[in-house]
């Protein structure tokens, strides 16, 4: 096989023995086509070590070192790959280690924060009988929306893609579809999440006159099409503003504020990297990271000779 050939057999190895995702396929399959074109490969058996140092220093002046991580695990694994089928014999990135890198801690809110931003999501008794339909059912949705974020610890895209007959009411758990790979897992949901679910299920019923089970979407724009990732944006700003929260609070804050205050009250690392759908603890250890800094700034604030 050609080294094109062979870079389309390990997209089939991604996609259905690793089950990755379709975009990760793609971006992984650039990267090789790029060093492939820049050597003019017709066989993987001509890469040598000098090839795979000299493209790294072809990379270095355009990627940052988190960026070049990324691409040496892109290509360790796929030379791994061709190990295995024989296709080379000695692999030329085995020993390239990436250069280690200070991963920038994500943006939390404090859960005095979540708790105001959350209780700013209500309809005023005044207004019940005389705000517009449309209103009140955004409200309603709204709160749903922000409430389910936050309790299971979603990403964006998962929520976006519930369906109704995704929610378990009586387990208090929901049937998350990835939003890496085509996997399933289930998610427990705290009460307030329930409640909001519920409270914003009859305000469904009514606006769009029909039942909210099956296969339809939990949540919908005013068009009564599934809600675009990109408009969740929206209605975080929306509320975020009125609650008078100072910091940038995007879609994924809520999952990193959720994970940061389970292992802040006590759960094992293992458990929050089941519950995130992460494939690696690695990913998940950056939240330790966020711990440690609030840690220290109590620790600064609290002890007298600090």
Same mark, same amino acid.
């Given at each position: 096989?050609?080294?094109?050939?062979?870079?389309?057999?390990?997209?089939?190895?991604?996609?259905?023995?690793?089950?990755?995702?379709?975009?990760?396929?793609?971006?992984?399959?650039?990267d090789?086509?790029?060093?492939?074109?820049?050597?003019n490969?017709a066989?993987w058996?001509?890469?040598?070590e000098?090839?795979?140092t000299?493209?790294?220093?072809?990379?270095?002046?355009?990627?940052?070192?988190?960026?070049?991580?990324?691409?040496?695990?892109?290509?360790?694994?796929?030379?791994?790959?061709?190990?295995?089928?024989?296709?080379i014999?000695?692999?030329?990135?085995?020993?390239?280690?990436?250069?280690?890198?200070?991963?920038? *801690?994500? &943006?939390v809110?404090?859960?005095?924060e979540?708790? $105001? +931003?959350?209780?700013?999501i209500?309809?005023?008794?005044r /207004? !019940?009988?005389?705000?517009?339909n449309?209103?009140?059912f955004?409200?309603?949705?709204?709160?749903a929306i922000l409430?389910?974020?936050y309790a299971?610890?979603?990403?964006?895209s998962?929520?976006?893609n519930?369906?109704?007959?995704?929610?378990?009411?009586?387990?208090?758990? *929901?049937? &998350?579809?990835?939003?890496?790979?085509?996997?399933? $897992? +289930?998610?427990p949901?705290?009460?307030y999440?329930i409640? /909001? !679910?519920?409270?914003?299920?009859?305000?469904?019923?009514?606006?769009?006159k029909?039942?909210?089970e099956?296969?339809?979407?939990?949540?919908?724009s005013?068009?009564?099409?599934r809600?675009l990732?990109?408009s969740?944006?929206?209605?975080?700003?929306r509320?975020v503003?009125?609650?008078?929260?100072k910091k940038?609070?995007?879609?994924?804050?809520?999952?990193?504020?959720?994970?940061?205050?389970?292992?802040?009250?006590?759960?094992?690392?293992?458990v929050?990297q089941?519950?995130?759908?992460?494939?690696?603890?690695?990913?998940?250890?950056?939240y330790?990271?966020?711990g440690?800094?609030?840690?220290?700034?109590?620790?600064?604030?609290?002890?007298?000779r600090a």
């Amino acid at each position: 096989m050609t080294a094109l050939e062979w870079i389309t057999k390990y997209d089939e190895h991604l996609t259905l023995t690793k089950g990755r995702a379709l975009n990760t396929v793609r971006a992984y399959r650039v990267d090789l086509e790029l060093m492939q074109r820049f050597f003019n490969l017709a066989d993987w058996k001509d890469f040598t070590e000098e090839n795979a140092t000299e493209y790294l220093r072809h990379l270095k002046s355009s990627y940052t070192d988190s960026g070049m991580a990324r691409k040496i695990y892109v290509y360790r694994g796929f030379f791994k790959f061709l190990r295995k089928r024989n296709v080379i014999t000695l692999d030329p990135w085995e020993e390239v280690e990436p250069k280690r890198y200070d991963r920038k *801690l994500p &943006v939390v809110l404090t859960v005095q924060e979540m708790n $105001r +931003l959350l209780s700013t999501i209500r309809v005023e008794v005044r /207004a !019940l009988a005389g705000v517009p339909n449309e209103e009140t059912f955004l409200t309603f949705r709204d709160r749903a929306i922000l409430e389910t974020l936050y309790a299971g610890a979603l990403r964006v895209s998962e929520v976006c893609n519930l369906n109704w007959d995704d929610i378990d009411f009586a387990k208090r758990e *929901l049937r &998350v579809l990835h939003g890496k790979g085509n996997k399933h $897992r +289930l998610v427990p949901l705290g009460q307030y999440a329930i409640d /909001a !679910l519920l409270k914003y299920r009859p305000h469904f019923e009514e606006k769009w006159k029909r039942k909210a089970e099956g296969q339809t979407a939990v949540f919908l724009s005013m068009r009564d099409r599934r809600i675009l990732t990109r408009s969740i944006p929206r209605v975080i700003n929306r509320w975020v503003t009125r609650a008078g929260i100072k910091k940038h609070i995007h879609p994924h804050v809520f999952r990193h504020s959720a994970a940061t205050h389970l292992l802040e009250n006590g759960m094992d690392i293992r458990v929050i990297q089941q519950l995130l759908g992460h494939a690696s603890i690695m990913t998940t250890e950056i939240y330790a990271k966020v711990g440690t800094r609030k840690l220290k700034s109590e620790y600064a604030n609290a002890h007298p000779r600090a």
